[in-house]
Antibody, heavy 120, light 110 residues
């Protein structure tokens, strides 16, 4: 079955850039119905949709984060990535990658999540 | 985009039925039949329970059902079990081609 695994630094300095990669195994992302998604969850709080990407490179972003977010895809390595610039303590969260092949269902399969802490 | 509104907590006794509401707007829930529901246990990734308002993925118990009326969606859990104790989140596709999550509901089995 499809499995996802996040990787990247767990600590980022304020004003720096948060970068995470999601490796997908068990299925090729080169599928017209496939979308990769990033979701975050601050400690003790709810889920926030960050954005999504299609293997073709088409992206959609949360308007509140759009100016700071870039999601990219690497089809040759079956993975996709998140970049969030100008981070502050408010960006401290568990970051989940997820994927779906179900139209208009944002996430059917999830990674385990990666805690990223913005510290000074 | 503003988060969809859910009650902070809902509780019920084993065997009872409970319903969790999810209130949106005419730009999200009211515009599309693309509401999904997720169950999240502590320190775990969310699990998809319902998609397209009332469809269940393979392996999800038929005790979980979804519905929608106007700008409000609902998740009903029938025959409540101790194992159903978790946080539940709704999400909807929006007219901006994005998704928005609900505020989350903690379900407690008394």
């Amino acid at each position: 079955q499809v499995q996802l695994q996040e990787s990247g630094p767990g600590l980022v300095k304020p004003s720096g850039t948060l970068s995470l990669t999601c490796a997908v195994s068990g299925a090729s992302i080169i599928n017209d119905r496939w979308w990769g998604t990033w979701v975050r969850q601050p400690p003790g709080k709810g889920l926030e949709w960050i954005g999504e990407i299609h293997h073709s490179g088409v992206t959609n972003y949360n308007p509140s984060l759009k100016s700071r977010v870039t999601i990219s895809v690497d089809n040759s390595n079956n993975q996709f990535s998140l970049s969030l610039t100008s981070v502050t303590a408010a960006d401290t969260a568990v970051y989940f990658c997820a994927s779906t092949s179900t139209p208009y269902c944002p996430s059917t399969t999830w990674g385990q999540g990666a805690l990223v802490t913005v510290y000074s | 985009q503003s988060a969809l509104t859910q009650p902070a907590s809902v509780s019920g006794s084993p065997g009872q039925s409970i319903a969790i509401s999810c209130i949106g707007t005419s730009s999200d829930i009211g515009a599309y039949d693309y509401v999904s529901w997720y169950q999240q246990r502590p320190h775990k990734a969310p699990k998809l329970m319902i998609y397209d308002v009332n469809s269940r993925p393979s392996g999800v118990s038929n005790r979980f059902s979804g519905s929608k009326s106007g700008n409000t969606a609902s998740l009903t859990i029938s025959g409540l079990q101790a194992d159903d104790e978790a946080d539940y989140y709704c999400t909807s596709y929006t007219s901006s081609s994005t998704y928005v999550f609900g505020t989350g509901t903690k379900v407690t089995v008394l």
